[in-house]
């Protein structure tokens, strides 16, 4: 499965089409269930014959059947002429076919110009391939490119502390017990406990902690039990937590967990002006 999805994807590179992987997969599937009454091998998509046609004129899945039935024709009638075939020979046509479907300048452009992150996955799976197979390739390259990924994110979440006399209007003269933390980013386990760290730098002065999550576009479990902390260490603290612009996703999350508006302790406004006008209210 992971070499035809792989193949396919070469082969829109090469043609400039995209293919249906649950076509690609329900296709190889049924050929591999049948095959074996026949006395067939489990069966996948070639790269090298792939790349092979696509760059002989092939376009259409017409192609390959023509080459499945070439390639029969071939094995029945010319076998005991094939066999005469120098192994060698064969080789440096595998190597040929091999080098032509590398694309070694892409190669060489991603070593240039690509962050570091991407070249070390690139080196790791190349390296891979060569020494082991393309399973253990694809599956270690899909796991660091999952582990970068991760701390991408986990770098781009993140709490800062807002201009709070920005948003205070007819209350500046409350903006000392009034903070106001911008978190950006999905608040998931790689990020969260970070980004909800920076809520306990507040001074004994503040009264009123607004929360700005319009730029969280997603929360995880972690995620809900770190703003929970955060909430449950604020209340404790007889601080009143407000938050503000939170989306579809975050939302309903805290609805399923029962974290409900509580007079005096929590809050939800749909901006930081409604926000600074309910502390207003409950400093009053």
């Known amino acids: 499965a992971i070499e035809s999805l792989l193949s396919a ?3 829109d590179g090469m043609a400039g089409t995209r293919h249906d992987p649950d076509a690609e997969l329900l296709a190889l599937g049924a050929a591999n269930l049948v095959g074996p009454f026949f006395g067939g091998l489990p069966a996948t998509g070639a790269i090298a014959r792939t790349a092979t046609n696509i760059r002989y004129g092939a376009r259409s899945p017409v192609a390959a059947m023509v080459h499945a039935l070439t390639i029969l024709v071939v094995m029945l009638v010319l076998a005991p002429w094939l066999g005469y075939l120098p192994m060698a020979s064969l080789a440096a046509l595998l190597l040929l076919v091999a080098w032509n479907m590398a694309e070694v300048h892409h190669f060489v452009r991603i070593l240039k ?3 570091r992150d991407d070249v070390m996955v690139l080196l790791a799976c190349f390296s891979l391939t060569v020494a082991f197979d393309m399973v253990i ?4 390259g899909v796991m660091l490119a999952a582990l970068l990924f991760m701390r991408r994110m986990a770098e781009m979440t993140g709490t800062r502390v807002a201009d709070g ?6 209350a500046r003269h409350l903006t000392g017990r009034i903070a106001v933390y911008d978190i950006k980013g999905p608040l ?3 990020a969260a406990q970070k980004a909800m760290s920076a809520l306990g730098v507040t001074s004994d002065a503040t009264r009123v902690v607004i929360l700005r999550l319009d730029a969280v576009p ?3 479990a972690t995620g809900l039990v770190a703003l929970e ?3 449950e260490d604020l209340r404790k603290r007889k601080c009143l937590a407000v938050l503000t612009g939170l989306r579809s996703q975050p939302a309903e999350l805290l609805r399923k967990a029962g974290v409900v508006e509580r007079p005096g302790e929590l809050l939800f406004r749909p901006g930081v002006d409604e926000a600074v006008q309910a502390a207003a209210g409950f400093l009053s």
């Open 188 to 190: 998931f386990f790689g």
């Open 229 to 231: 902390s955060a909430l």
């Open 165 to 170: 006399t920005a948003h205070a209007g007819g």
């Open 9 to 11: 994807v070469v082969a």
């Open 218 to 220: 997603a929360m995880d």
């Open 137 to 140: 390739s694809v599956s270690v």
């Open 113 to 115: 110009i690509a962050p």
